[in-house]
C-alpha cells in the first residue's frame, strides 16, 4: 500500500521546538518530491517547505531560518524539524507525495500547538 504516515505532533511553548515524520511505504521516499503544508482553523492551507529527488530544498518566506527538511533514505523517512516556534505556526501539518496541492498521496496530519 502506498502511504505516508506522520509523527511527531504535540504542544509546544513558544520558543520550543517540534520534529515532524513522515515515514513512506509501499514506494522509495527518496525518488520523489516531499511537500509539508500547514493548515490552520480558518485558514486556506499553505504550502511550508518542498523537497524535491535531487536535493533542492525550499521553504516558505515565514518559516525560512526555523524550520528545516532533512531524509533518512534508509528509513524511507523525511523529517521536519522546527525550531524557534511561534504561536501562528499552530496548525495540523501534512507531508505528501508532492510539493503541489493537487498530491494524490498524503500524511494523515499532526497536530502542532504553539502555546504563547
Known amino acids: 500500500q502506498v502511504q505516508l504516515v506522520e509523527s511527531g505532533g504535540g504542544l509546544v511553548q513558544s520558543g520550543g521546538s517540534l520534529r515532524l515524520s513522515c515515514k513512506a511505504s509501499?514506494?522509495?521516499?527518496?525518488?520523489?518530491?516531499i511537500g509539508w503544508f500547514r493548515q490552520a482553523p480558518g485558514t486556506e492551507r499553505e504550502r511550508v517547505s518542498c523537497s524535491r529527488s535531487f536535493g533542492e530544498m525550499s521553504y516558505a518566506d515565514s518559516v525560512k531560518g526555523r524550520f528545516a527538511i532533512s531524509r533518512e533514505n534508509a528509513e524511507n523517512t523525511e523529517y521536519l524539524q522546527m525550531n524557534a516556534l511561534k504561536p501562528e505556526d499552530t496548525a495540523v501539518y501534512y507531508c505528501a507525495r508532492s510539493c503541489s496541492e493537487d498530491a494524490t498521496v498524503w500524511g494523515q496530519g499532526a497536530q502542532v500547538t504553539v502555546s504563547s
Open positions: 509501499g514506494f522509495t521516499l527518496r525518488l520523489y518530491a
